[in-house]
C-alpha cells in the first residue's frame, strides 16, 4: 500500500515569513495529493490539491509542487499570517481509481508568531 | 459548496451502550464516503470506506461488527460504534467523494466520543 512521509512535524515561523512542508510517497501510481489544514477540535479542510499531470499549482499565498520522479510534493505559504497556525496534512491518493484511499502524512504543526 | 456536516458535534455515553454518528453531504451526491478515527495529535486513520448501496470496506484491524457503517443515501452514512468501551473514546470524522471528476474527499467537522 501507500506511505507518505511528512516534515517537518513542527514548524514555527515569523509572520510575514514563508512556510515549507515537505512529502514523500510511495506509490508512483498515486495520482492525486491534496492538502487539509486542521484546526483544533474541526474536521480537515481541504485547502489545495494537486494531480499528477501538472507540477504545480498557485492559490493565492498557498502553493503546492510535485515531482513525480522523485516522488514527493511540497507546500508552500507565503506571507505568513497568525491564523495560518494549525496542524497541516498532506495526502496522496492510490493510483488506478477515482475511488482509491487517501493515505495521510503524519502532519505538521504551522505556529505563526504574530 | 461542498459542505459536509456530521451530527452528533460530541456525544458522551455509558460504557455497554451503542452510539450512531450521522454524516452527511448538504450540496452534492456522496457516491464515496469515508469513516476515520482520528487520537490526540495524530493523523487520521482510515477505519472503512462506504459506497452508496453496498457493503462498507473495513481496514485492517477494524472490527467490522463493532463499528456498523450504513450508506443507504447518496446524501447520509452512519457510522454505530456498538457496545461502546472507554477505548472507543475518540474523535471520528466522515469525509464525502462525489467520485469522478469530483472526487475530492471533504471533511465533515467531527465528532468526539467519551465513553464513560
Known amino acids: 500500500g501507500e506511505n507518505v512521509e511528512q516534515h517537518p512535524s513542527t514548524l514555527s515561523v515569523q509572520e510575514g515569513d514563508s512556510a515549507v512542508i515537505k512529502c514523500t510517497y510511495s506509490?508512483?501510481?498515486?495520482?492525486?495529493f491534496p492538502w487539509y489544514k486542521q484546526e483544533l477540535g474541526k474536521g480537515p479542510q481541504l485547502i489545495i490539491d494537486?494531480?499528477?499531470?501538472?507540477g504545480e499549482k498557485k492559490d493565492q499565498r498557498i502553493a503546492v509542487t510535485l515531482n513525480k520522479t522523485a516522488k514527493h510534493f511540497s507546500l508552500h505559504i507565503t506571507e505568513t499570517q497568525p491564523e495560518d497556525s494549525a496542524v497541516y496534512f498532506c495526502a496522496a491518493r492510490e493510483g488506478g481509481t477515482s475511488y482509491g484511499k487517501l493515505t495521510f502524512g503524519q502532519g505538521t504543526i504551522l505556529t505563526v508568531h504574530p | 459548496g461542498a459542505v459536509v456536516s456530521q451530527h452528533p458535534s460530541r456525544v458522551i455515553c455509558k460504557s455497554g451502550t451503542s452510539v450512531k454518528i450521522e454524516c452527511r453531504s448538504l450540496?452534492?451526491?456522496?457516491?464515496?464516503m469515508f469513516w476515520y478515527r482520528q487520537f490526540p495529535k495524530k493523523s487520521l486513520m482510515l477505519m472503512a470506506t462506504?459506497?452508496?448501496?453496498?457493503?462498507?470496506?473495513?481496514e485492517q484491524g477494524v472490527e467490522k461488527d463493532k463499528f456498523l457503517i450504513n450508506h443507504a443515501s447518496l446524501t447520509l452514512s452512519t457510522l454505530t460504534v456498538t457496545s461502546a468501551h472507554p477505548e472507543d473514546s475518540s474523535f471520528y470524522i466522515c469525509?464525502?467523494?462525489?467520485?469522478?471528476?469530483?472526487?475530492?474527499?471533504?471533511f465533515g467537522p467531527g465528532t468526539r466520543l467519551t465513553v464513560l
Open positions: 494537486i494531480r499528477s499531470n501538472v
Open positions: 450540496d452534492f451526491q456522496a457516491t464515496t
Open positions: 462506504s459506497n452508496e448501496g453496498s457493503k462498507a470496506t473495513y
Open positions: 469525509s464525502a467523494s462525489g467520485g469522478g471528476v469530483t472526487d475530492t474527499q471533504y
Open positions: 506509490d508512483s501510481a498515486s495520482n492525486y
